[in-house]
């Protein structure tokens, strides 16, 4: 019964190659989000969608494209992997875009490391 | 440009004394503030927030102060319990920005 769950837990992968992410809410969330976690444990988000539509979108590489099939589902795939996409991601979820009484659930994150 | 700073990467305190996390922020718009914890190879857990209309919200065990003038922030744990051990975020936002974190504090607290 996990709130938030995103697949896998583990990605070790080469430069170069596309890989995907994903993610589900079951909390009946309208909002969700990706965040990374690099280096140097900065948590920093990438993008959030709102009942499947875009309304963040901070400076990603274009390599990085989210898919929303439906409002409970936020898929991250990422084209030609480089040494500095190494992080962790986390998806996340809230009631509504960002707000009081709107906080993030997250999920248990995806450890990438590319080699 | 660090808008939320976590100036402690970690704090040792002994089990039931008071932990005392601190944040501060250089954003003066910011008008929502939060905290989450989190534990080994999970995911943030959120934990309390304060609005800045506000100087304090207490939850149980928890309360986090805010001084806007200094643009601190603090939580408090009292009494600290073994299973409180975990990273601790600050974040922040207004309706001008989106939540921004800080890079945490690991609290270790000891029997």
């Known amino acids: 019964d996990t709130a938030v769950s995103q697949t896998p837990k583990y990605l070790v992968t080469q430069m170069g190659n596309d890989k995907s992410i994903k993610c589900e809410q079951n909390l009946g969330h309208d909002t969700m989000y990706w965040y990374k976690q690099d280096s140097k444990k900065f948590l920093k988000i990438m993008f959030s969608y709102n009942n499947k539509e875009l309304i963040i979108n901070e400076t990603v590489p274009n390599r990085f494209s989210p898919k929303s099939p439906d409002k409970a589902h936020l898929n991250l795939h990422i084209n030609s992997l480089e040494l500095g996409d190494s992080a962790v991601y986390f998806c996340a979820s809230s009631l509504h875009p960002q707000g009081n009484n709107s906080p993030l659930h997250f999920g248990n994150g995806t450890r990438l490391t590319v080699t | 440009d660090q808008q939320v700073k976590q100036n402690s990467p970690s704090l040792s305190v002994q089990e039931g004394r008071i932990s005392i996390l601190n944040c501060d922020y250089t954003n003066s718009m910011f008008d929502y503030f939060l905290w989450y914890k989190k534990y080994p190879a999970e995911g943030p857990t959120f934990l309390i927030s304060?609005?800045?209309?506000?100087d304090k919200n207490e939850d149980g065990r928890f309360t986090v102060f805010l001084n806007k003038s200094a643009k601190h922030l603090s939580l408090h744990i009292v009494p600290s319990q073994p299973g409180d051990s975990a990273v601790y975020f600050c974040a922040a936002f207004s309706g001008y920005s989106t939540l921004t974190f800080g890079k945490g504090t690991m609290l270790l607290v000891s029997p």
């Open positions: 304060i609005s800045s209309i506000k």
